[in-house]
C-alpha cells in the first residue's frame, strides 16, 4: 500500500500525427502538474486538497479544455463545469460557469458551504460571488483556437440546425460533431495517499459546438466523477455515451459487488460498457493501483506512484 496518482487531459480521436506544437505544451502540462501533485502527496497533503491543486493547475493551462482554454458552444460562449469527491461520498459539482477561473474550487465549495451538492447557471455563478472566488469577464477564457475550432466543428457540420427551433421534415437531426482535436483535453485527477484517502477532480468546457445549456458527463456524479472507500475514478471523451454507462460509478460497483481489481474494473467498463471511440478515464485504487484505460485513439495521461513507478503518454503505449 502506498501512495497513487493519476490524471488525465482529455480522451478522443487524437491523431498520430498531432504537431508538435500541439503535443509538446500539453505533455509539458502534464509533467508539470504531476509533479505537482506527487510533491505535495510527499507533503502528506489531504488528498482532496491534491487533486483540487492539480486541476486548479490544469485549468490555467490554455492548452486543456477547462479553466482558461476552454471549448465554446455554438453560440460562441463559454459554459464551464466541474466535479470533486472523495472516499468518503462528499462531494460537488457546477455546471454553466461563465466566469469563474477555477471551477473546481467552485465544486468544493459547493460541497463544503452548502447542504447541495450540484449548483448550476446563475445560481453557481451567484453562490461564487457570494464566496468571493476569483472571476473575470469571460472573454478570459476565449482562445484564438478554440474560436478557430468552433468555426472548423462548424463548417464540418455545414448545415447548421437550430435546436430551439422546431425541426422542418428534411432536416436530419446530428449531434454537432468536430475535428479530432477539439475533443481533446477535459482535465481529471485522481489520488490515494497511503492511508487509503481517495479523491476525484473532473473539470471541462465540454465539447466544442455543444448546445447552449448542455450538462456533459463531467459533474455527473457516478458518470463522469465518482470516489468510494474502494476506488477514485475521473473519466472523459463523449460525455453523453459516459452518462449512459454510468462510466465511473460502474468501475466502482464491480470493484465492491463482484470483488474484481482496479485494473479488471476499469479495463471492463472500457471495453464492454461503452461503445469503442468513446471513453478513457483514470482511477486509483484504496490500495494504491493506478490504471488509466481507454477506448480511444488516445489520452492524455500522466500518473505516478510510491514505489517509484511513472508513467506519461498520449497513444497505446506500443507509440510511445
Ligand atoms: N466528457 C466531456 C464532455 O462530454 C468532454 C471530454 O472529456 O473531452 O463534456
Known amino acids: 500500500m502506498g501512495w497513487a496518482i493519476a490524471l488525465h487531459g482529455g480522451a478522443g480521436d487524437i491523431p498520430l500525427s498531432l504537431p508538435q506544437e500541439r503535443r509538446l505544451p500539453r505533455e509539458a502540462g502534464l509533467r508539470y502538474c504531476l509533479h505537482i501533485g506527487v510533491e505535495a502527496l510527499k507533503a502528506n497533503t489531504p488528498t482532496l486538497d491534491v487533486v483540487e491543486l492539480v486541476v486548479r493547475e490544469l485549468e490555467n493551462i490554455p492548452h486543456f479544455n477547462a479553466g482558461k482554454g476552454s471549448v465554446l458552444t455554438t453560440q460562441g460562449t463559454v459554459e464551464m463545469e466541474a466535479c470533486i469527491m472523495d472516499g468518503t461520498k462528499r462531494c460537488g459539482a457546477v455546471s454553466g460557469l461563465t466566469t469563474v477561473v477555477n471551477p473546481i474550487s467552485l465544486a468544493r465549495l459547493v460541497m463544503e458551504k452548502t447542504p447541495h451538492i450540484y449548483l ?81 477532480a473532473t473539470s471541462t468546457g465540454g465539447l466544442v459546438n455543444k448546445m447552449v445549456g448542455r450538462i456533459g ?104
Not at 134 to 158: C, G, M, Y
Not at 306 to 315: F, H, T
Request: aromatic share 6%; proline share 4%.
Open 120 to 200: 448550476a447557471f446563475d445560481g453557481a455563478e451567484a453562490f461564487a460571488r457570494g464566496q468571493g472566488v476569483e472571476t473575470v469577464d469571460s472573454s478570459h477564457f476565449i482562445t484564438p483556437e478554440n474560436v478557430e475550432r468552433l468555426k472548423q466543428a462548424k463548417e464540418a457540420n455545414r448545415v447548421q440546425i437550430d435546436y430551439t427551433q422546431p425541426l422542418h421534415k428534411d432536416e436530419k437531426k446530428e449531434t454537432p460533431e468536430a475535428d479530432g482535436d477539439s475533443k481533446l483535453g477535459t482535465v481529471g485527477c485522481v489520488a490515494v495517499d497511503s492511508l487509503g484517502n481517495l479523491a476525484s
Open 217 to 320: 458527463d463531467t459533474p455527473i456524479i457516478g458518470a463522469g466523477t465518482y470516489a468510494n472507500s474502494l476506488c477514485a475514478v475521473s473519466a472523459t471523451g463523449k460525455g453523453e455515451a459516459i452518462i449512459r454507462g454510468t462510466v465511473a460509478r460502474d468501475v466502482a460497483a464491480l470493484m465492491e459487488f463482484k470483488g474484481v481489481s482496479l485494473k479488471e474494473a476499469a479495463a471492463y467498463v472500457v471495453e464492454e460498457g461503452t461503445p469503442k471511440g468513446t471513453v478513457g478515464l483514470v482511477a486509483v485504487s484504496a490500495t494504491g493501483e493506478v490504471t488509466m484505460p481507454f477506448n480511444t485513439t488516445g489520452m492524455f495521461r500522466a500518473c505516478a506512484t510510491e514505489d517509484g513507478y511513472s508513467e506519461i503518454g498520449i497513444w497505446p503505449s506500443v507509440h510511445n
